[in-house]
């Protein structure tokens, strides 16, 4: 990929003048369930549906 391509994919254009040239950033607030997360291993697992598997 060339550097225009990642500008014109990355850097706000000319059809909003006042913030040419500048970027967005895109933020995400998570609350996460706390009394799930510090459950019991298997009541955890399926909170993050996943194991905690152990590898040497």
């Known amino acids: 990929m060339t550097s225009a391509r ?3 994919g990355a850097l706000i254009g ?4 006042e913030f040419e040239g500048g970027t967005f950033a895109v ?9 799930a997360w510090n459950a019991p291993q298997p009541r ?5 549906a996943r194991s905690a598997e152990r590898r040497p």
């Not at 000319?14 to 003048?17: A, L, Q, V, W």
């Not at 933020?27 to 009394?35: F, I």
């Open 6 to 8: 990642r500008a014109r």
């Open 14 to 17: 000319g059809h909003d003048p």
């Open 27 to 35: 933020v995400q607030k998570y609350l996460p369930d706390l009394t």
């Open 44 to 48: 955890a697992v399926r909170c993050i």
